[in-house]
């Protein structure tokens, strides 16, 4: 096995997998480095399983595989360069860069390196831009419940027909007080259609690898799902179980009052009230929202009290106070696509709704909180 490729790209592989073996990979985390006719592919495999291409100047093809904290020293040293590896025995690969002044010699690991599964050409997929499909995580991903043993901790993907030509993708997530749903439409360009559920840490580390640009192919076979990119390819399971029925939830929204104001001023309020939460010890009380006939008074006691009002547009009325985690509200508001954002309910015990688009691309869910309950 002999090679020569980039330092900075080896490093920046390394650091992308390293994303999956701090926080969900089986032990000890094991890679696979193989020398291709072109390409240096590196293989991660965990519960996320991980697969990138390098370019590289092959003179003598092979593969060897060694404990991925070994290898990931490269990226410890910070220097760009090119990488050159060598295979010394059977149990050895010399590692030179730094203009040859670096050297780092891996040992082959006695454990069985069990192969990333492939993506078969009969499984049905969908391509898309991943930055839409990024989009849809970042804007979801806040509201999956992160208690393990809920039925909520988990994303459910619907991808569906939309129109002639046009397919509609959907995530949803949700915890006991939030309910987060983004919609986004492409074109048809490939034969899957259907439901999957996965769990959101997996696919947010998915997300964080994968590169911004270009598209993404997604295919669906043997319980498993396959993200991949032209020199990336990431996979792990499906869960095996049934997401709760969220949209009949959605149904009952109801909206009879609803307060308008302007994004930027509202989490100005917000970034206030969380500076003093974050302050106070022990953690303050919830904020809490009062409507006149055009305004909002916004409220936080905790160590410091804090009291802000902004013109708003009301519509209906809405004589009682309410109450709302400030960080829950805050991650709501960022996401709204508008300047002004408009959020209305029913009463203060009932959920309060956030929408936007002409077909609901943006519809967020966020439940007031009981005020005898303090610490939210």
Not at 305 to 314: D, K, V
Not at 350 to 364: A, K, V
Request: proline share 4%; net charge negative; aromatic share 8%.
């Amino acid at each position: 096995m002999k090679f020569t490729t980039d330092l900075g790209e080896v490093k920046k592989a390394l650091a992308a997998m390293g994303k999956a073996v701090k926080k969900i990979s089986i032990e000890p985390a094991l890679i696979k480095m193989e020398a291709l006719e072109d390409s240096l592919r590196l293989s991660l495999n965990g519960t996320v399983g991980v697969q990138i291409s390098i370019p590289a100047k092959v003179s003598e093809q092979g593969c060897f595989v060694t404990s991925f904290s070994s290898a990931n020293i490269l990226t410890v040293r910070h220097c760009n360069s090119t990488l050159n590896g060598k295979s010394i025995d059977e149990d050895t690969l010399l590692l030179t860069y730094n203009g040859g002044k670096a050297k780092t010699v891996l040992t082959k690991s006695n454990t069985t390196f069990v192969d990333i599964p492939k993506p078969h050409a009969e499984y049905p997929q969908v391509e898309l831009q991943t930055e839409a499909v990024k989009k849809l995580a970042k804007d979801t991903l806040f509201a999956a419940c992160e208690d393990t043993n809920d039925m909520l901790h988990a994303v459910k993907l619907d991808i569906a027909d939309d129109e002639e030509g046009i397919l509609k993708f959907v995530l949803t997530a949700a915890d006991r007080r939030s309910i987060a749903k983004r919609t986004a439409y492409a074109a048809k360009n490939g034969t899957y259609t259907g439901s999957t559920v996965l769990l959101p840490e997996q696919l947010k580390i998915t997300m964080d690898m994968l590169d911004n640009d270009g598209n993404l192919t997604i295919a669906f076979g043997d319980g498993k799902v396959f993200f991949s990119q032209e020199s990336i390819m990431v996979c792990f399971q499906e869960l095996a179980r049934k997401y709760p029925n969220i949209d009949s939830i959605i149904q009952q929204m109801n909206q009879p009052f609803s307060f308008k104001v302007d994004k930027k001023e509202l989490l100005d309020v917000l970034n206030s009230v969380l500076y003093l939460q974050g302050a106070a010890r022990p953690v303050g009380s919830s904020l809490m929202l009062q409507f006149t006939d055009d305004a909002v008074t916004i409220s936080y006691t905790g160590n410091t009290e804090y009291i802000e009002t902004l013109p708003a547009t009301i519509t209906g009325t809405f004589n009682a106070p309410v109450y709302f985690s400030a960080a829950m509200l805050k991650e709501i508001v960022t996401i709204c696509p508008n300047q002004e954002v408009v959020i209305g309910g029913e009463n203060p015990m009932h959920p309060f709704w956030m929408t936007c688009g002409e077909n609901q691309e943006y519809l967020y869910c966020l439940m007031p909180i009981n005020p005898n309950f303090q610490n939210q």
